[in-house]
């Protein structure tokens, strides 16, 4: 069993930042590939951000530059860094991360969703 539990998130004017962080725990070998995505009211649910264990990062295009993802491969966390948002930044983000039990094949496991909003 996995379980990934999120914190941060609420509410900020544009122009403002907000960290979220995200935990792994339970029964994990290995944490392959960890990111975040978001769901806006109406909209489907799209990347943010990933990193790969070794380190290798993606971006949406529309995040690039003011957003950043980091991750603690020792604690099984993934942190996003948010600056300079906007309106259209607002929606759910949801943790991801992709994990092996030790069979050898990763399952994808998400976070509840932790609300984002901007302001105007």
């Known amino acids: 069993q996995v379980q990934l539990v999120e914190s941060g998130g609420g509410l900020v004017q544009a122009g403002g930042s907000l960290r979220l962080s995200c935990a792994a725990s339970?029964?994990?070998?290995?944490?392959?590939?960890m990111g975040w995505y978001r769901q806006g009211p109406g909209k489907k649910r799209d990347l943010v951000a990933s990193?790969?264990?070794?380190?290798?990062?993606n971006y949406a295009d529309s995040v690039k530059g003011r957003f950043t993802i980091s991750r603690d491969n020792a604690k099984n966390t993934v942190d996003l860094q948010m600056n300079s948002l906007k309106p259209e930044d607002t929606a759910v983000y949801y943790c991801?991360?992709?994990?092996?039990?030790?069979?050898?094949?990763?399952?994808?496991?998400w976070g509840q969703g932790t609300q984002v909003t901007v302001s105007s």
């Open positions: 990193i790969r264990s070794g380190g290798t990062t």
């Open positions: 339970g029964t994990i070998f290995s944490v392959n590939v």
């Open positions: 991801n991360a992709l994990i092996s039990g030790g069979t050898g094949i990763d399952n994808a496991y």
